[in-house]
């Protein structure tokens, strides 16, 4: 099936999954099946490839050290065999794992018991110096009741404000010149 448009015929190529069809003008080439998608087709799982372990790869991170192993392997049972032969391979070093780290993107902060804090609303582990929401992008949205409710308050005094009339403040003031003439009151703070 030719892409593009009368103008350009060459320009662009049919998404070809069974049920889109679409003409893309960037399309995407599976390098499982070697067939032409669209961006919401393009990924292995979006269009069933048969194919899709073709040139895969994955890395296992061993619990013990923290070694990250690269593997092609398929399932659960080839991992854990490649696990247990790099147990036994001597590699395996429980001295080299890798000490938690703060959640906060580009800190390095080692957590230790006196400087790590969890987030009440998100429940990441963070450093003090990121222990505030605002700090540590928090994901969660703070209780939006006390905000609503602010800002419900906010608008309330803005309505009495907005209804009083100059009157009322210049009456205000001529009495406060009056009261001012008078002896100063005292007042406890």
Same mark, same amino acid.
């Given at each position: 099936? +030719?892409?593009?448009?009368?103008?350009? $015929?060459?320009?662009? /190529?049919?998404?070809?999954?069974?049920?889109?069809?679409?003409?893309?003008?960037? $399309?995407?080439?599976?390098?499982?099946?070697?067939?032409?998608? &669209?961006?919401?087709?393009?990924?292995?799982?979006?269009? !069933?490839? $048969?194919? +899709?372990?073709?040139?895969?790869?994955?890395?296992?991170?061993?619990?013990?050290?923290?070694? +990250?192993?690269?593997?092609?392997?398929?399932?659960? =049972?080839?991992?854990?065999?490649?696990?247990?032969?790099?147990?036994?391979?001597?590699?395996?070093?429980?001295?080299?794992?890798?000490?938690?780290? &703060?959640?906060? /993107?580009?800190?390095?902060?080692? =957590?230790?018991?006196?400087?790590?804090?969890?987030?009440?609303?998100?429940?990441?582990?963070?450093?003090?110096?990121?222990?505030?929401?605002?700090?540590?992008?928090?994901?969660?949205?703070?209780? $939006?009741?006390?905000?609503? !409710?602010? !800002?419900?308050?906010?608008?309330?005094? =803005?309505?009495?404000?907005?209804?009083?009339?100059?009157?009322?403040?210049?009456?205000?003031?001529?009495?406060? +010149?009056?009261?001012?003439?008078?002896?100063?009151?005292?007042?406890?703070?």
């Amino acid at each position: 099936m +030719s892409g593009g448009t009368e103008a350009f $015929p060459d320009l662009g /190529r049919h998404c070809q999954h069974k049920e889109c069809n679409q003409l893309d003008f960037l $399309p995407f080439k599976c390098q499982g099946c070697q067939q032409v998608f &669209c961006l919401e087709h393009r990924s292995y799982r979006a269009h !069933a490839c $048969p194919k +899709s372990d073709h040139n895969s790869r994955k890395v296992v991170v061993c619990e013990i050290c923290s070694t +990250s192993i690269e593997t092609t392997g398929h399932g659960e =049972l080839a991992e854990k065999a490649l696990l247990e032969r790099h147990e036994k391979s001597g590699q395996c070093d429980p001295r080299k794992k890798k000490k938690p780290t &703060c959640g906060v /993107r580009r800190c390095k902060e080692i =957590l230790t018991f006196s400087n790590t804090c969890v987030c009440k609303t998100c429940q990441m582990k963070v450093c003090l110096s990121h222990r505030f929401p605002a700090d540590h992008q928090c994901k969660k949205d703070l209780a $939006p009741a006390p905000a609503a !409710a602010a !800002a419900n308050g906010v608008s309330r005094f =803005l309505l009495a404000f907005a209804s009083r009339n100059a009157e009322d403040c210049a009456k205000n003031d001529n009495q406060r +010149s009056s009261s001012s003439s008078r002896a100063p009151s005292i007042r406890s703070h």
